[in-house]
Nanobody, 115 residues
Framework: QVQLVESGGGLVQPGGSLRLSCVASGSQYRINAMGWYRQAPGKERALVAVITSRNIITYTDSVKGRFTISRNNAGNTVYLQMNSLEPEDTAVYYC?????????WGQGSQITVSS
């Protein structure tokens, strides 16, 4: 089994920054990619950013230039550095990891951007 534990959510003013972290545990499964999704009120869960084991990175258009995804050398931790945050970024953010034999989700982190 692979379990994901998130940390770093909270309240921030517009223009501020936050960093989310997600740690995967479970050494028996290959992790091909880790990433972040978000779900705003009344909307479906949507991709924010993904980084693969080969360090190929994909961002949704609305966060390009503001968010940066990265992972540690061991490949079991993913980060999302969020700068220049906007009220439209307010959502629950979910960490995701997948491999040949699994897909796992974190517990969700509330990010609120408000003055």
């Amino acid at each position: 089994q692979v379990q994901l534990v998130e940390s770093g959510g909270g309240l921030v003013q517009p223009g501020g920054s936050l960093r989310l972290s997600c740690v995967a545990s479970g050494s028996q499964y290959r992790i091909n990619a880790m990433g972040w999704y978000r779900q705003a009120p009344g909307k479906e869960r949507a991709l924010v950013a993904v980084i693969t084991s080969r360090n190929i990175i994909t961002y949704t258009d609305s966060v390009k230039g503001r968010f940066t995804i990265s992972r540690n050398n061991a490949g079991n931790t993913v980060y999302l550095q969020m700068n220049s945050l906007e009220p439209e970024d307010t959502a629950v953010y979910y960490c995701n990891a997948y491999g040949p034999a699994f897909s796992a989700w974190g517990q969700g982190s509330q990010i609120t951007v408000s003055s």
